[in-house]
């Protein structure tokens, strides 16, 4: 059986009230009997004089005790009643006085007010009168931007026969001010289901509104920073096996949270087969050993694309020192493993780039004397067919060498350029013919060349040698039959290039592609297939020097090269040059000068005595007298012992003590109409200066010939 609680209360509350006026009345029945029985009634026995004969007074008695009972109840009802009163007065002064604003509005247009608690006034700064009274109709300081939303929403909610709902909006207090308030409304409806008004409250919220941006602004620049960081936090709830991932985590994955199971066997089927024992390993190893977690894996996307991320995690053990969480990081390290094995690669090129060059330097001295002494041999003996003949193989023998050296510095980049503003499409259809014979009939090419003009700054021999070394290998590459197609474009390499394949550098390229149908090649090969001396050729079939120059080439015209290739797939090559803006220059024809020789003193500095006596030796035996100088110091000092017999100098580049350039400075303060010619051994870095103030230059080796025409040709008068 249950009770009333508050009856209850009521009872304890006036029980004392209850007991007084039981107590008053038995007072009062004793008063009156005592009266009777001393006063009236002496004689009387007690029990007469307690209970009165008269009918009368019996009923008086009895009418007074309730009436002193019920006044008892009644004062106490009233004071109860009106301590009450006094209550609900103090709590509708705090309520009023408070922050919640109390509307009551028709269901009509504009809303007016039929009642408004009078706090509007302190809150918005309007009077209730001017509200209630429709001199201020509700729907006038609502925002005018989410008027439109507000009244939208109250006609769904109210139709939809909702009995509340809750809006968030902005109104327009009296001195301007724009505050967020929220409202929550009652749909107050009749028995037919019709709205008679809405009433409820509104409070002002625009501080939390404030903190709520604030909170969701510092987590889109958190998300914001993780998706420039390419980097994602995770935290595992390893009790239950809940994995949270943050949303860059995600797009590192290639996944959205409905593909994802959000469990340590789904992260782990995203990691590459390859490396799942790995993973397993290190997080047991933190999870049991209290092993630092930081680990670097490969992970497998949805479309078959792999990445290379980074961890890094600790763990979070309960009082028994048990694992319980553990929250950690991800980052994708992709474009930077990219751009360490450019570094690494382009590191290990420079290296051996610069062993090229020095070898191809005192190479090239050797290549010197052996065809200068050879054509001085075959001038003194070249009426003997024998002899005619073996120096003829021996400087035939002698220009491959030199062939090679140019490969080599060209790889090492360190070959002087003749630069020239050149169109690549017209290049590109000036070697078509040439590639087609290189190749052969077997091997179909095709051409598509873009309409747009490709105006690059290049050395057009360098980059012709190039495309014959790409269509040999092409050719090697389809030993049968196939195709070769040579595309070219117009590409902007932006960030988004960059970023994706890891190389480049921002602007406009002139993109050659080279692309064959042939046995293609693995990872493995396409990660050497430009250092030098490697060929997967069989032995005595290629140098391994046709790709290594290619690579020297793009790289010394600031460009970039690429490799795209699947073993039976064949092989895509992708060039790209920067873009010039400006025109195309015109080809020079230039005519030889006949071979011939002089009466004038030569100055000969050249620090390599081999080189310096072969070369002496045909300058001899073409006229000339030859002073010979070790050095540049020496070259300085033998000039002022025979200035005014001096008519010309030879300087080698590099020399000790003083270089070439260094040395003809003096020369030219002493006597400032001196000739003279240089000759370098390999580095461009070398002759930077010399080719600056347009001063005639040979590269090594140098053809006896061609020495004695250049020599000519600057001395002048021997025409």
């Known amino acids: 059986m249950s009770s009333n609680p508050s009856k209850k209360g009521f009872i304890h509350q006036d029980y004392s009230i209850i007991v007084i006026g039981i107590l008053l009345s038995l007072f009062y029945w004793l008063s009156e009997s005592f009266m009777h029985i001393f006063i009236f009634h002496r004689s009387v026995g007690f029990t007469e004089g307690f209970l009165p004969h008269d009918p009368n007074e019996l009923w008086m008695r009895t009418l007074m005790t309730v009436t002193i009972i019920g006044f008892t109840f009644y004062t106490k009802a009233f ?50 009168s001017d509200l209630m009274s429709g001199k201020i109709l509700y729907a006038s300081i609502i925002y005018s931007e989410d008027l439109e939303r507000i009244a939208s929403e109250v006609k769904t909610y109210s139709e939809s026969g909702a009995d509340a709902f809750r809006q968030n909006y902005r109104v327009i207090k009296a001195d301007g001010e724009i505050r967020w308030v929220d409202d929550y409304t009652v749909v107050e409806r009749n028995d037919r289901g019709g709205i008679t008004h809405y009433y409820g409250y509104i409070l002002d919220i625009t501080d939390i509104k404030k903190e709520h941006e604030s909170l969701i602004k510092s987590e889109n620049s958190l998300a914001e920073a993780q998706q420039i960081a390419h980097i994602g936090n ?41 490396d799942r024992e790995l993973v397993k390993n290190a997080v047991n190893k933190a999870l049991y050993n209290k092993k630092t977690y930081s680990i670097d894996h490969r992970i497998v996307l ?23 969480r553990m929250i950690g990081t991800v980052q994708d390290i992709t474009q930077q493993r990219h751009l360490e094995e450019q570094l690494r690669h382009a590191q290990k090129m420079e290296a051996v780039g610069q062993l090229a060059g020095g070898i191809a330097h005192d190479f090239n001295n050797i290549l010197t004397g052996i065809l200068g002494y050879g054509h001085i041999l075959i001038t003194k003996k070249g009426e003997d067919e024998l002899v005619k003949n073996c120096v003829s193989q021996i400087i035939g023998q002698s220009q491959k060498a030199a062939e090679l050296t140019k490969d080599l510095l060209t790889f090492s980049r360190k070959q002087v350029m003749n630069l020239r503003h050149t169109d690549l499409n017209v290049l590109i259809k000036m070697t078509e013919k040439i590639l087609a014979r290189l190749i052969g009939e077997h091997i179909e090419i095709r051409t598509n060349l873009t309409d747009k003009d490709l105006i690059v700054t290049i050395d057009p021999a360098h980059i012709e040698h190039s495309l014959m ?10 030993p049968d039959r196939g195709t070769l197609t040579i595309s070219t474009g117009l590409v902007d390499l932006d960030n988004e290039f960059i970023n994706a394949y890891g190389y480049g550098e921002i602007g406009m390229y002139a993109l050659i592609s080279f692309a064959d149908t042939g046995i293609g090649m693995d990872d493995v090969t396409q990660k050497r297939i430009f250092e030098p001396f490697f060929t997967t050729k069989e032995a005595g079939k290629g140098t391994g020097l046709g790709l290594a120059m290619v690579y020297g080439i ?18 895509v090559f992708k060039i790209y040059l920067p873009i010039t803006e400006l025109a195309v220059e015109k080809n020079e024809t230039h005519i030889l000068i006949a071979q011939k020789g002089g009466t004038e003193i030569v100055l000969l500095a050249e620090d390599d005595a081999t080189m310096r006596k072969a070369i002496k030796i045909l300058l001899e035996e073409f006229g000339y007298r030859v002073i010979e100088a070790v050095n540049g110091e020496d070259a300085v000092n033998k000039f002022i012992e025979n200035k005014d017999r001096i008519q010309f100098a030879i300087f080698d580049t590099v020399m000790p003590k003083k270089s070439g350039m260094e040395a003809y400075k003096e020369i030219k303060k002493m006597k400032p109409d001196t000739k003279a010619l240089f000759m370098s051994g390999y580095t461009a870095d070398k002759t930077k200066d010399i080719l600056e103030q347009g001063l005639p230059l040979l590269s090594k080796p140098i053809a006896p010939d061609e020495l004695l025409r250049k020599m000519r040709e600057i001395i002048g008068g021997g025409d």
Do not use: C
């Open 79 to 128: 004071i109860a009643r009106r301590r009450q009163v006094e209550a609900l007065e103090q709590e509708h002064r705090l309520f009023m006085q408070g922050p919640v604003i109390v509307f009551k509005w028709a269901p009509e247009e504009q809303w007016p007010v039929r009642y408004v608690s009078p706090n509007v006034m302190q809150e918005l700064g309007y009077q209730a």
């Open 469 to 478: 070394n790409l269509a040999t290998n092409a050719r090697d590459a389809m």
């Open 302 to 324: 949805p479309d078959g694309a792999k990445r290379i991320v980074h961890e890094q995690a600790r763990v979070i053990y309960d009082r028994d020192d048990k694992p319980v």
């Open 554 to 571: 793009v790289k010394q015209h600031n460009g970039f090269i690429n490799v795209y290739s699947e073993p039976g797939r064949g092989t």
């Open 234 to 274: 995770w935290d595992w709830d390893i009790v239950n096996n809940n994995l949270r991932w943050s949303d860059e985590i995600y797009r590192i994955f290639g996944l959205t949270p409905q593909d994802f199971g959000a469990t340590y066997e789904a992260f782990l089927s995203s990691v590459h087969p390859e």
